[in-house]
């Protein structure tokens, strides 16, 4: 299984931006998906998760901005970021969790400039 995230970069506040996680390889079907984020000397952080039924879950610091969802039936899910703000600046990981396991996608860069 393999989970390859994308649709980091750099963006002023305010502005938006949307990840992407699409899992690959032996898997019909997630328990759950989600992203993580993790800011220099700061612990790595849940930001938002899905599930398979639809329902969600996000940081109290990011309820109202982002929004997740999965396409289709696919195991991609999306984060859709809004009125960003600097300090959320971090390194975002996908993360799915399928068959008693969790998967780790590598981290994409998100950068807020103020």
């Known amino acids: 299984v393999q989970l390859q995230a994308s649709g980091g970069g750099l963006v002023q506040a305010g502005g938006s931006l949307r990840l992407s996680c699409a899992a690959s390889?032996?898997?019909?079907?997630?328990?759950?998906m989600g992203w993580y984020r993790q800011a220099p000397g700061k612990q790595r952080e849940l930001v938002a998760a899905?599930?398979?039924?639809?329902?969600?879950n996000y940081a109290d610091s990011v309820k109202g901005r982002f929004t997740i969802s999965r396409v289709g039936a696919e195991n991609t899910v999306l984060l859709q970021m809004a009125r960003l703000k600097p300090e959320d600046t971090a390194v975002y990981y996908c993360?799915?969790?399928?068959?008693?396991?969790?998967?780790w996608g590598k981290g994409t860069l998100v950068t807020v400039s103020s």
């Open positions: 993360k799915m969790g399928a068959y008693g396991m969790d998967y």
């Open positions: 899905i599930t398979s039924f639809g329902s969600t």
């Open positions: 390889g032996s898997i019909f079907n997630f328990n759950s």
